[in-house]
């Protein structure tokens, strides 16, 4: 079962914030987020383990709220280069901790 | 250092070919999984892998066939092709659970 991503998409302008939220409906062991842009593969950002801490990454951060079985990505003064489509990807243990994505959320950042 | 390689970059088959996807990693990673990716669907796990030997299904296994003989290499076979195929394949490797996956540069595949 696919993790739920939202919104599907973003516009933003140079400076600006934004929070992307992933969200399961079963008990997770981690959450993985990663970064794709057109034409190339997926790249890891950061993985959050349940128990572990909140992760950050220059301005890109996130925190998983293992109550809720949700997490959020937070971009912080976006960049040019923060343009993207974000995916999130579950792991849990009644799925043997396959990668699961969401459908992806598409970032575009504007000058 | 080469990370996860993929051949063929493009492939184009007829309805009823069959072919092998290639993938390899050289950083001795256990895991790899096989994913393809539609536009609106985000990535789609086929096939995985937790060790030489050892394969399991995905969310969407049908049409292909896998096999692990070596910790390096984890080929995708599609049997028969058929236009529903048409997508882009990411081969994937980590070293266990709760690990960064990481993607290999992608196979574009048309079936025509």
């Known amino acids: 079962q696919q993790p739920v991503q939202s919104p599907q998409a973003v516009i933003l302008r140079e400076g600006e914030d934004a929070v992307i939220n992933c969200s399961s409906s079963?008990?997770?062991?981690?959450v993985h987020w990663y970064r794709q842009k057109h034409g190339e593969a997926p790249v890891f950002l950061m993985i959050l383990l349940k128990g572990g801490e909140q992760k950050g990454h220059d301005k890109i951060s996130a925190s998983f709220n293992e109550k809720k079985q949700q997490s959020s990505l937070y971009l912080t003064a976006s960049q040019l280069s923060y343009s993207g489509t974000y995916f999130c990807?579950?792991?849990?243990?009644?799925?043997?901790?396959?990668?699961?994505f969401g459908a992806g959320t598409t970032v575009t950042v504007r000058a | 250092n080469a990370g996860v390689t993929q051949t063929p970059k493009f492939q184009v088959l007829k309805t009823g070919q069959s072919m092998t996807l290639q993938c390899a990693q050289d950083?001795?990673?256990?895991?790899m999984s096989w994913y393809r990716q539609d536009p609106g669907m985000g990535l789609r796990l086929i096939h995985y892998s937790v060790g030489a030997g050892i394969t399991d299904q995905g969310e969407v296994p049908n049409g292909y066939n896998v096999s692990r003989s070596t910790t390096e290499d984890f080929p995708l076979r599609l049997l028969s092709a058929a236009p529903s195929q048409t997508s882009v394949y990411f081969c994937?490797?980590?070293?266990?659970?709760?690990?960064?996956?990481?993607f290999g540069p992608g196979t574009r595949l048309t079936v025509t």
């Open positions: 079963k008990a997770l062991y981690s």
């Open positions: 950083m001795n990673h256990e895991y």
């Open positions: 994937a490797s980590s070293y266990s659970e709760g690990t960064e996956q990481y």
């Open positions: 990807g579950t792991e849990r243990p009644s799925n043997d901790y396959k990668l699961s």
